[in-house]
């Protein structure tokens, strides 16, 4: 039985984001839920810092809130987890803001699932059609190669009747690319790092 918590910790985005912390979410959100202390201070209505590992254990340095926000919200758009999304949303994560490494923006993540209310969603919440990944392919592109036709249509469609949004329009260049790149290789260099050494499944001796 999974934990039920675990689609709106944001310890668990990381965990599902990153392979090497696969054992952490095996044992703990899918596994002995009830022994994460995140999961018991919830319950006694605690507040749970966002440095806090399941064991009890707490990180000196993790990704700032914006970064851990924008990857539970792709991690919320590949999962398909509309009211997740609508909730982080509401709750003023800047959608229009977030864009990944690669370029990729929430909208062409969610034109890349076929997710039409989420294209939708993405759209009405002032996420540019007309941005480009680094590979120069808008949302409406992706949606294409990959045959989800609802979406290309829907955004297609936005995209006509709002042709003044191709002027403040823009994409990730190579540099800053590679610059946000290396930043967050080192940031999850040193958290993964730590959670190997804290591994509660680690033989002693």
């Known amino acids: 039985m ?5 689609a709106s910790c944001p310890l668990f985005a990381q965990f599902a984001m990153e392979p090497s912390l696969k054992v952490w979410k095996q044992h703990f959100c899918e596994g002995a839920y009830t022994t994460c202390v995140r999961y018991q201070h919830s319950l006694q209505g605690k507040t749970v810092p966002i440095t806090l590992l399941p064991n009890g254990k707490v990180l000196n340095k993790v990704r700032n809130k914006d ?3 924008g990857s539970a919200l792709f ?14 949303l509401k709750n003023k ?23 039409v209310e989420l294209v939708e969603l993405f759209l009405q919440f002032g996420c540019n059609p007309f941005n480009k990944r680094n590979d120069d392919r808008r949302a409406v592109d992706i949606a294409n190669e990959v045959g989800h036709a ?3 249509s829907v955004i297609q469609n936005y995209m006509d009747s ?5 002027a403040t329009s823009g994409r990730v260049s190579q540099q800053e690319t590679e610059t946000k790149e290396s930043e967050e290789k080192e940031a ?3 958290v993964v790092s730590l959670l190997r050494k804290l591994n509660p499944f680690k033989k002693v001796g």
């Open 2 to 6: 999974s934990c039920s918590h675990a």
């Open 93 to 115: 994560v800047a959608s229009s803001a977030i864009v990944a490494s690669d370029g990729m923006t929430p909208l062409m993540a969610a034109a890349s699932t076929g997710n």
């Open 162 to 166: 709002n042709p003044e949004l191709e």
């Open 75 to 88: 991690n919320a758009i590949y999962k398909g987890r509309v009211p997740m999304v609508k909730s982080m």
């Open 67 to 69: 970064e851990v926000a």
């Open 188 to 190: 999850m260099k040193d």
């Open 150 to 152: 609802e979406c290309a």
